[in-house]
């Protein structure tokens, strides 16, 4: 089992910044391959982006490209999102996932274990 705790959530305004983090802890392999994603109220949960422990190769959604940043801390075996530019269409709650998968990063169904998430609200 590996157990995943989100942080860094919380209320921004337009233009700012925060950064995330995922503390993972448990049976954590360096093949694992780790993603955030993001679900706004009523609507499904998305994919934001991903690292791959082995190598540190990133994959990112669109909408994010060039202001969100995926990074990773072996030593502490924690991942981070930067968010910068942030936007009041950011506002969901983010969720970190682990998962063995390589390829197909975007999809959910790739990833075994999920955080409990944390709220980020971007006000106009």
């Known amino acids: 089992q590996v157990q995943l705790v989100e942080s860094g959530g919380g209320l921004v305004q337009a233009g700012g910044s925060l950064r995330l983090s995922c503390a993972a802890s448990?049976?954590?392999?360096?093949?694992?391959?780790m993603g955030w994603f993001r679900q706004a109220p009523g609507k499904e949960r998305e994919f934001v982006a991903a690292i791959r422990w082995s190598d540190g190769s990133t994959d990112y959604a669109d909408s994010v490209k060039g202001r969100f940043t995926v990074s990773r801390d072996s030593a502490k075996i924690t991942v981070y999102l930067q968010m910068n530019s942030l936007k009041p269409e950011d506002t969901a709650v983010y969720y970190c996932?682990?998962?063995?998968?390589?390829?197909?990063?975007?999809?959910?169904?790739?990833?075994?274990?999920w955080g409990q998430g944390t709220q980020v609200t971007v006000s106009s």
């Open positions: 996932a682990a998962g063995s998968s390589q390829s197909r990063l975007w999809r959910s169904g790739n990833y075994d274990y």
């Open positions: 448990g049976r954590t392999s360096s093949r694992y391959t």
